[in-house]
Structure formats: structure tokens, C-alpha cells
């Protein structure tokens, strides 16, 4: 976890480690205060400034850290070796340079002082080197703790450099119920371009788990765990596989819930996997899945009582048998975008699609900066963001000033702003979860990461719906002129012109301007581009 960070990653990248002791000595400096001389660390390692140990008989002791005093054991030895100090002296002076009481570090001075006086170092030097010793002390690392870190971070290290895919996998297995650290895990993976495949029923373990796909070429991706979906529990996850691996894959849902019965998922847990499109593969269909539950759940309790009392099925009992006592509803899926809500709220991010997805063209023309391009060299500047609200938090401030804590999500990750009383007075009702927002930030420098407020904040449609002048919609089928007419009627009336480009035939293409304008929402965007027989939506 201490590497991680961009500023450590940094940090490495200038000074080139090459053993475990430069990785020892940057987690130790890589702190308030020690991190001043992080600059002078990696130009004396590098040799473009030499080392200064203040005394020859200190050069043993400050060696290997090039000068630089790091660690609370070097001040011990420091005070041992110049001084005469017994290793429990030493360590009492530590603790007195930590405390900063005054008349006991006098006393410490003057003992340090006269034990080196009587080794032969002149007085004033002394006097010196125990300022350079306190100085460094108040803020000393040990360093068997910072060694430890190291080894680990060197261990792991290595297992993310040769086994990546496995080594994600467990990592967030070790987070499985921290959504904010898997949205940072599914951030990693887009990095090191490891595919993060869906829930699945017939595919997921309860853990996240590494699986081998080939698909022109061999390569292992990271499937999503069941347990990782909200409200499905651990144990109900762990009976589902168990069931899988022993009998086989579920051929549908009739076979599913008579498998497992009731011990398998109760309504709720059945609905969750449903969002999660964890039943994808076996009925893409999510709202008329989600809107049979009661029956699937009917289905699954009969069985396991027949089970229970030995008797058969009347109907027989086999899987066609089955299959009719379980009545789903006769729905169309849920819209894209109710598609995605529904599925951000079952796993607390967007697996399938992102809701901007829709608008990744308009918000390229409007120089929107995604949230995880934005670094502390942007401090000072006010560039336009986009995302979908996930939670608003108030607070009131100490002058009595509300303000709010905005989470947002963007196709990069998920992001915070700080929107303070006067701009949260008039823009409160689009800072409701799920809502898509177009935000103006305020960027400012925090640590090595950036802190953002919001100077301005307006509705993502309204924005595009008046920034888009033209969408080109490319038909492969003429069964999706129907549904396009359907879209354009439902749509709101606007600026955006439309237009279909039609094959002919003999590789020619003709296109066709409609009289009817529209407002370029996210919704009709979406709409269309989902639509059976629509190859392409277009923005010139």
C-alpha cells in the first residue's frame, strides 16, 4: 500500500532501487518532513552530489543511506559510537529528542557533547552534529518496520510484474466487500490492459477468480466474484458453486431453481445477481428476470419441500416440467440506461457499459477532461468534467455555510468534488444520485493527488442537446427504421439534426435527412445505438 501512490511510483521511477535497501530508506523518507531530503537521497546515489557524514567515524553508521540519517537506529548508533552512550542511553536520548522537552534535551546536549569531547571530536563540531542528530530523530523511522514494509512490497512487486492477472484477482478478493477499493482495482486493470469479465452463474467463483479465454489468441482475465455483488452473502454464493462444480452448469432458470432450491438465493439475493447480469448467459433479459422473481423464488421452495418429503413432482418432475411451472413475464428489457442503474446499485459500479459511454464523442468535442487525467500540474485551472452523481454528502461549516461532498463516476473511475453553499443553493436537484452533470472545477493541489470544488454545475443533456447540431445513424436493417421513427417521436423536440445512411446495394450508400429535429440526450443516444438493426450512430 505504501507504493502505490502516484508520487511514490514517482519517486521510484527518479531513483532506479536496485537492492532492498533503497527500498527500505524511500518508504522511511517518503513521509513529512524526511521527504525534504529525498532530492539529496537519489543525487548521492546517483553520484551527482557527494555524501556528507559529518565525522569520518559516522561513515560506517550513514553509509549505505548516503548521508542521509533515516532511521532511529542510526541515531542510537550515532550517539554510541561518537559519544560513548550505552545502547539503553541511546535509546533514552531518542525518545528525548522525540518528546522535545527542553531541560531534558539540555541535559542530552550536554552529555552528548562531553562524550564526544573525550573521543577526541572538537567541541564545536559536536555541538553541530547533535543539532544535525536532533533534527533528523523528531522525525526518525524505525527501521526493522520500514524493512518489513520493504520485503513486502518487494515481494509483491514481483508477483504483479510475473503473475498480474492472478495477482489482481486475489487482490481484490482481499477487498471483496470495499466497493471504493474495487472501483481503484478495476482502475489498475484498465491500466495493465487485463480484461475484468462479468458476474456470471455458470462461470464466476464466490471469490474473484482468473480465467483462461482464447479468442484468436490465448489470454487470462479476471472473472468478477459472486460474493463481490451486494447482498447476495458469501455462504449462499458458496453453495451455488459448489452445486455447479458437482452437477454441472445451469441449463436455465428452471433448472437453477430447482437445483438449489431456497438454500440457493432468497428474492433478494436472486434479484441483486439479476441486476449484476449475473443470469446474462442464461437470459440476457434482465427486467423480465427480475420481475419473475416471486416465481423463480415459488419454484425453487417447491422443489426443495418435495425434496424434503420424498415425493415427486406432480407434473413428473422433469426439466420440460419445470420449465412450465415457472411464468415470467412477456417484457422488453429495461432501457440502457435504467439497464446501468440498476446494475451500479447491485455491484456499486459499472460493469457492462458506463452511462457516458453514450456521450463519448460530444464530450471529446467539448475538451471534457476525464477525472483520472487531472493532476496536481493542472492547480489553478478550471477544466470542465463530466459524471454521473453517485451520493451527496452535507455538512454545514463552522461560519454555519452548507456545503456537499459529491461522488461522481466518469468512464476513468469514480471522482469527489467539493461544491460549496452558494453553487449547492441552486444546483441541490442535480445533485441527486444518478443524475448526469457537466461540472466547471476549481483545481487545487493536495499532496500528491488533487482536491476539486465546483465552480459551476449544469445539466450533461442540456449542455449537448444545444452543443449538437447533426447524428448520422448508419442502418444495416430496415427493421430499424421503424424503431428510429418510434425514438424520434418519443424524443424531445431540439437542435440536432438527424439523419440515416442506407446501403443500396453495389457498395453504395444514400442518406436520408428526416425533418424532424431532436434533443441530443444521453437517453435517445443510447436508445438508438441499442437497436436491432442500427449498425453505427455517427456525429460528424
Keep these: 500500500f505504501q507504493m502505490e501512490g502516484q508520487g511514490m511510483r514517482d519517486t521510484l521511477r527518479q531513483l532506479r532501487p536496485n537492492s532492498i535497501e533503497d527500498v527500505t530508506a524511500v518508504g522511511a523518507l517518503y513521509r513529512p518532513g524526511p521527504m525534504d531530503n529525498i532530492p539529496r537521497y537519489i543525487a548521492c546515489k546517483h553520484g551527482e552530489e557527494e555524501p556528507d557524514y559529518l565525522h569520518p567515524d559516522l561513515q560506517p553508521i550513514l553509509e549505505e543511506t548516503f548521508g542521509v540519517m533515516i532511521y532511529q537506529e542510526q541515531v542510537m548508533q550515532i550517539a554510541q559510537v561518537l559519544s560513548g552512550y550505552s545502547l539503553g542511553g541511546a535509546d533514552l536520548l531518542r525518545r528525548a529528542m522525540g518528546k522535545k522537552i527542553k531541560a531534558e534535551m539540555d541535559a542530552q546536549r550536554e552529555n552528548f557533547v562531553e562524550g564526544a569531547v573525550e573521543r577526541g571530536v572538537d567541541k564545536a563540531q559536536a555541538a553541530r552534529i547533535f543539532e544535525q542528530v536532533d ?14 514494509y ?3 512490497a518487494y515481494q509483491t512487486a514481483y508477483l504483479k510484474a510475473n503473475y498480474p492477472v492472478e495477482f489482481m484477482a486475489a487482490s481484490m478478493t482481499l477487498d471483496l466487500g ?11 486493470l484498465d491500466r495493465l490492459g487485463i480484461t475484468l469479465l462479468p458476474p456470471d452463474i455458470n462461470r464466476s467463483g464466490v471469490t474473484f477468480t482468473v480465467e483462461k479465454i482464447v479468442n484468436g489468441e490465448e ?8 460474493a463481490a455483488i451486494k447482498n447476495v452473502g458469501r455462504q449462499a454464493m458458496a453453495d451455488v458453486v459448489r452445486e455447479r462444480e458437482h ?5 436455465d432458470l428452471a433448472d437453477f431453481a430447482t437445483r438449489l432450491g431456497s438454500s440457493g438465493a432468497n428474492k433478494r439475493q436472486f434479484e441483486n445477481l439479476v441486476r449484476a447480469g449475473a443470469f446474462d448467459s442464461i437470459d440476457p433479459n434482465r427486467k423480465r428476470l427480475y420481475e419473475g422473481a416471486e416465481s423463480v423464488m415459488r419454484l425453487a421452495n417447491a422443489s426443495a419441500q418435495e425434496r424434503d418429503s420424498g415425493q415427486g413432482s406432480l407434473f413428473g418432475g422433469g426439466a420440460e416440467d419445470d420449465a412450465a ?10 432501457p440502457v440506461m435504467d439497464r446501468l442503474t440498476h446494475e451500479f446499485e447491485a455491484v456499486g459500479s459499472y460493469l457492462s457499459a458506463h452511462p457516458l459511454d453514450a456521450y463519448s464523442g460530444q464530450l471529446r468535442r467539448l475538451r471534457v477532461t476525464p477525472a483520472n487525467e487531472i493532476t496536481p500540474r493542472m492547480a489553478g485551472t478550471a477544466p470542465n468534467v463530466a459524471g454521473v452523481v453517485i451520493s451527496r454528502q452535507e455538512r454545514t461549516s463552522a461560519k454555519g455555510n452548507r456545503f456537499a461532498f459529491v461522488q461522481l463516476s466518469d468512464m476513468s473511475g469514480v471522482y469527489e468534488i467539493v461544491v460549496f453553499s452558494e453553487i449547492l443553493a441552486t444546483s441541490r436537484e442535480l445533485l441527486e444520485a444518478g443524475q448526469r452533470v457537466l461540472i466547471t ?8 493527488g488533487v482536491r476539486m470544488s465546483a465552480a459551476g454545475i449544469r445539466a450533461l443533456d442540456e449542455v449537448l442537446a ?3 447540431t447533426e447524428l448520422k445513424i448508419v442502418v444495416a436493417d430496415p427493421i430499424a427504421i421503424d424503431g428510429v421513427r418510434q425514438a424520434l417521436e418519443a424524443g424531445d423536440p431540439g437542435n440536432c439534426k438527424v439523419a440515416l445512411i442506407l446501403d443500396v446495394g453495389d457498395h453504395q450508400e444514400v442518406e436520408v435527412r428526416l425533418p424532424r429535429k431532436v434533443a441530443l440526450t444521453g437517453n435517445f443516444r443510447a436508445a438508438v445505438e441499442h437497436m436491432p438493426g442500427v449498425a453505427a450512430v455517427l456525429d460528424p
Aim: charged share 25%; aromatic share 12%; proline share 2%.
Design 178 to 188: 470495499n466497493t471504493d477499493k474495487l472501483t481503484v482495482f478495476r482502475q489498475e
Design 466 to 468: 444545444n452543443a449538437s
Design 135 to 148: 533534527k533528523f530523530a523528531g522525525y526518525g523511522f524505525n527501521k526493522s518496520h520500514a524493512a518489513a
Design 325 to 334: 411451472r415457472l411464468r415470467l413475464p412477456d417484457t422488453l428489457d429495461w
Design 247 to 251: 452437477n454441472g452448469t445451469f441449463a
Design 441 to 448: 472545477a476549481d483545481v487545487r493541489a493536495d499532496g500528491e
Design 150 to 152: 520493504a520485503l513486502v
Design 219 to 226: 489470454h487470462l482475465c479476471v472473472r468478477y466474484a459472486l
